[in-house]
Structures are given as structure tokens and as C-alpha cells.
């Protein structure tokens, strides 16, 4: 069980991909945010129960993101030193 930082890049700003991700990650049960970045990335920060499957579910959800979208890359990493309080999963600006 651990706290994952996924960045997304390609065309992810401006095609609703946030509240996609975010209405598809609620719907599968993880809890964490979803956030644009300066860069035009967009960073999203997933808990993962079960290593390998939910971690390979929510890459899915990324990939797929929204109509619109075009993901070109998804970078993640663990994360420890992340504090959220949070229940379930919301959109942050």
C-alpha cells in the first residue's frame, strides 16, 4: 500500500482530462487529487491498495483520460512524503 505520483503529458490541459480521471478513479475506489501543473503536465496522486493490479488500473484510467486527450507519456513514482487528507478522490487548483 502506498501513495503513487503519476505525471501525464501530451494534450491534457483544456480537454476536460481531469474531470474525467477524476469521475473514472472515483467510480474504481482509489482515493487522491488531480491537479494541472505550469508545465502543462498534469500530476495525479493515486493510493494503491494492491500493488500490481490497481497500479496497472489506474495507468488505464490515465491512458484513457478524456475524449479529447492525447497522452503522449505518463511518468510515477512512489511517494512517502505526501500528506493528503482526503476520502476519496477530488480535483485541485
Same mark, same amino acid.
Given at each position: 500500500?502506498?501513495w503513487?505520483?503519476f505525471?501525464?503529458? &501530451?494534450?491534457? !490541459? %483544456? +480537454?476536460?482530462?481531469? /474531470?474525467?480521471?477524476? !469521475?473514472?478513479?472515483? %467510480?474504481?475506489?482509489?482515493?487522491?487529487?488531480?491537479?494541472?501543473?505550469?508545465?502543462?503536465t +498534469?500530476?495525479?496522486?493515486?493510493?494503491?491498495?494492491?500493488?500490481?493490479?490497481?497500479? !496497472? /488500473?489506474?495507468?488505464m $484510467?490515465? /491512458?484513457? &483520460?478524456?475524449p479529447?486527450?492525447?497522452?503522449?507519456d $505518463?511518468?510515477?513514482?512512489?511517494?512517502?512524503?505526501? !500528506?493528503?487528507?482526503?476520502?476519496?478522490?477530488?480535483?485541485?487548483?
Amino acid at each position: 500500500m502506498e501513495w503513487y505520483r503519476f505525471i501525464s503529458s &501530451g494534450r491534457v !490541459q %483544456h +480537454v476536460f482530462y481531469r /474531470k474525467f480521471v477524476s !469521475q473514472a478513479m472515483m %467510480h474504481a475506489g482509489f482515493n487522491g487529487y488531480i491537479r494541472n501543473l505550469d508545465d502543462g503536465t +498534469v500530476e495525479t496522486v493515486v493510493f494503491i491498495e494492491d500493488d500490481e493490479a490497481d497500479l !496497472q /488500473k489506474a495507468i488505464m $484510467i490515465l /491512458k484513457e &483520460g478524456s475524449p479529447m486527450s492525447e497522452i503522449e507519456d $505518463i511518468r510515477y513514482e512512489t511517494v512517502d512524503d505526501i !500528506q493528503i487528507d482526503t476520502d476519496g478522490f477530488e480535483i485541485r487548483y
